[in-house]
């Protein structure tokens, strides 16, 4: 079946300007969450749904970064007046629910941002 | 912070079975072990994960101590593909994923 799908895959866009960050997580899963990765770095969580809801938005770095998801199902991510320390891969995972430990994580293949 | 130590490269022959260690002295009762892998410009890839008993699936095998400081992960027939960077994780607060430095596996003909 298809997995976590994330576009566009690649992002270079000027500083100071908005960018928006869609993941399509896997059909049925209830729980989606967002990462941030820096080139040679370990994953850095942001924020995650669970439905529509976001119980968790402690990783997001400021109040530049907000996240929504609509119909439990797509979730855009978006930042705005990047900054050049914003580019980073920015990574998409979705679970069957949020609950426990119990629930794999599978992840998209991210979009590659770069702030010039 | 990651709660978990792993050594930072291994190396095994195409074919041969890989073990990668994993020490967690600090998990609690209800913490899982999870691993995954990640290939250079790819997302991270879900391997396998275990609470106490061992684990196998279609891609690996989890042996979990009994008082369950540290497990490993086996490859059972390691290819060319197989090598990437491997991460232990002990699922901390239900639900965020922390990633330590993981182990650099190597697989070489």
């Known amino acids: 079946g298809a997995g976590v799908s994330q576009s566009p895959s690649n992002k270079v866009t000027e500083k100071g300007k908005d960018v928006e960050l869609r993941c399509d997580p896997i059909s049925g899963h209830t729980a989606l969450y967002w990462y941030r990765q820096r080139l040679g770095q370990g994953l850095e969580f942001l924020i995650y749904f669970q439905g529509n809801s976001a119980p968790d938005k402690s990783g997001l770095p400021s109040d530049r970064f907000s996240a929504e998801r609509t119909g439990e199902s797509v979730s855009t991510l978006t930042i705005q007046r990047t900054q050049q320390e914003d580019s980073a891969v920015y990574l998409c995972?979705?679970?069957?629910?949020?609950?426990?430990?119990?629930?794999?994580?599978?992840f998209g293949d991210g979009t590659r941002l770069s702030i010039l | 912070d990651a709660k978990t130590t792993q050594p930072p490269s291994m190396d095994c022959a195409e074919g041969r079975a890989a073990n990668l260690p994993c020490n967690h002295s600090t998990i609690s009762g209800n913490e899982y072990v999870y691993w995954y892998r990640q290939i250079h410009s790819q997302g991270p890839q879900y391997i396998i994960h275990g609470l106490k008993n061992n684990e196998t699936n279609e891609m690996a095998s989890l042996i979990i101590t009994e008082d369950r400081k540290s497990s490993t992960l086996i490859l059972p027939h390691a290819t060319l593909r197989d090598t990437a960077v491997y991460y232990c994780?002990?699922?901390?607060?239900?639900?965020?994923?922390?990633f330590g430095a993981g182990t650099i596996l190597r697989v070489k003909s």
């Open positions: 995972a979705s679970s069957l629910t949020a609950g426990g430990g119990n629930q794999p994580q599978h």
């Open positions: 994780i002990v699922l901390e607060y239900g639900n965020k994923l922390v």
